[in-house]
C-alpha cells in the first residue's frame, strides 16, 4: 500500500525544496520556536549537546549539532568495531549468497547495494549491520575503527522514506535511494560504510570530498582519492543534513559482530564487534 501510495510522489524536488528551507537563516523569534517545537516533540535530550537552542542560526545547524565532549566517549581499541552512528538496529547478520535482509521475508543485492563496485564479491558471508537515525537522533557519522579512506561510490537514485514503512513497503529500498559508499582500510582489512540517502535528507556530506547528495542531475562517481585521508576511530566521516540510515558491511573473518536484535538503541561509539585479527 504504502509504495503504491506515494511511487509517484516527487520525493527528490520535495527532499531538495525542505533541506533549502533548513539551511535559510530565518530570524530568531521565528527559528527558535521551530527549533524548540522540534525538540518538544521528537523528546530530544540536549544536555547531549554542545550549544544552545540560541546558537544555531539555521534549522540545519541544529539538526546537525554536535555532541558535547565526552558524551560519545570512543575507547580508540583497536580489536573492537564501534558503531558510527547513534540509532536503532533495523537488521543484521551474515551477508549469504550475495544478499542482504532488509526486513523479515524481503531481501536485497550487495552487488546493487555497492553500484557493482568489483569489491563487492569480497564482502559476501560477511556481516552487515543496518542502522536507522530517527529525526530525534545525533545525525553526524563516525568511523568505526581506524583506518585509511582510499575511495568511494557515490549513487544517485531515489528518496523514499527509511522509515519502518518504508522498510516494509519498498522493494529493494536501500538500492532504490541515492547512496554514498566510504571505503575505509584497516589495519585488520576494510570496511564499508553506506549512507543511504531518504525523503526529507537535503544532503550527505563527507568530511574527504566535496562532493554533495541530492543535486538535479547528479551522475554516479566512483573515485580513488589522490591523498587517502587517515582517521582515528571515532572520527567524524560526515553528516545527514536531515535523517536516514547507515548500513555498514564488514569482510568475512575480520570481524565477529556483537548478537544485536533488531529493534536494539546504539549510540555513536558503542562496540559493536571485535576485531578477529589486529
Aim: charged fraction near 20%; charge should be positive; include cysteine.
Amino acid at each position: 500500500m504504502y509504495y503504491s501510495v506515494f511511487r509517484w510522489f516527487p520525493k527528490s524536488a520535495f527532499s531538495r525544496l525542505l533541506g533549502w528551507l533548513a539551511s535559510i537563516a530565518f530570524p530568531g523569534w521565528l527559528l527558535r520556536p521551530v527549533i524548540r517545537a522540534y525538540i518538544g516533540v521528537f523528546s530530544i535530550d540536549m544536555s547531549q549537546f554542545a550549544l544552545p537552542v540560541e546558537a544555531y542560526p539555521t534549522f540545519n545547524a541544529f539538526f546537525t549539532r554536535p555532541v558535547r565532549e565526552g558524551a560519545r566517549p570512543v575507547l580508540q581499541d583497536p580489536r573492537i568495531l564501534v558503531s558510527p552512528v547513534d540509532g536503532v538496529v533495523v537488521e543484521g547478520g551474515r551477508m549469504d549468497d550475495g544478499r542482504l535482509v532488509q526486513c523479515k521475508g524481503r531481501t536485497y543485492s550487495l552487488a546493487e547495494l555497492l553500484g557493482g563496485d568489483p569489491s563487492w564479491p569480497s564482502y559476501d558471508g560477511g556481516s552487515f549491520l543496518t542502522l536507522y537515525l530517527s529525526p530525534r537522533d545525533y545525525h553526524r557519522i563516525h568511523a568505526p575503527c581506524a583506518g585509511r579512506v582510499n575511495r568511494f561510490r557515490y549513487l544517485p537514485g531515489a528518496l523514499w522514506t527509511v522509515s519502518p514503512a518504508g522498510v516494509r513497503g519498498v522493494p529493494n529500498l536501500f538500492t532504490r535511494n541515492e547512496r554514498l559508499v566510504t571505503f575505509l582500510q584497516a589495519d585488520f582489512g576494510e570496511v564499508a560504510v553506506v549512507a543511504v540517502g531518504a525523503t526529507v535528507v537535503g544532503k550527505i556530506r563527507v568530511v574527504y570530498h566535496p562532493i554533495v547528495s541530492n543535486l538535479r542531475g547528479a551522475r554516479p562517481l566512483a573515485e580513488t582519492l589522490a591523498e587517502p585521508l587517515l582517521l582515528r576511530q571515532g572520527a567524524e566521516l560526515g553528516r545527514f543534513e536531515l535523517g536516514s540510515t547507515v548500513i555498514l558491511l564488514t569482510r568475512p573473518g575480520e570481524v565477529d559482530p556483537h548478537p544485536l536484535q533488531a529493534g536494539d538503541p546504539v549510540r555513536m561509539g558503542m562496540p559493536i564487534g571485535r576485531v578477529t585479527h589486529a
